[in-house]
């Protein structure tokens, strides 16, 4: 059984940092890439942070030097490291795993972030 569990969510004044965590169990979680995603409300879940099964990573534009994603796999973990929060990263967080060769894709439940004064 597949479980991506995320925690670290919270709310967070503007200007604000927070480190979001993912553990994964089930899978071979080396051979996976992993992914932060969000979704705020009557919008489309979008692509925050991404790091490949080697570390290769990507961000969004509206993300980039601002928050950094990577992963421990002795732990079976990636974390995403969100510092100069705005109230436009308010939004539920989701973790993904995607092993594309054998079209396996996985995500977690979500954790809210909230950031407002």
């Known amino acids: 059984q597949v479980q991506l569990v995320e925690s670290g969510g919270g709310l967070v004044q503007p200007g604000g940092s927070l480190r979001l965590s993912c553990a994964a169990s089930?899978?071979?979680?080396?051979?996976?890439?992993m992914g932060w995603y969000r979704q705020a409300p009557e919008k489309q879940r979008e692509l925050v942070a991404a790091i490949t099964s080697g570390g290769s990573t990507n961000y969004a534009d509206s993300v980039k030097g601002r928050f950094t994603i990577s992963r421990d796999d002795a732990k079976n973990t990636v974390y995403l490291q969100m510092n100069s929060l705005k109230p436009e990263d308010t939004a539920v967080y989701y973790c993904?795993?995607?092993?594309?060769?054998?079209?396996?894709?996985?995500w977690g439940q979500g954790t809210q972030v909230t950031v407002s004064s």
């Open positions: 089930g899978i071979i979680f080396r051979l996976y890439a």
């Open positions: 993904n795993a995607e092993w594309r060769s054998f079209s396996r894709n996985y």
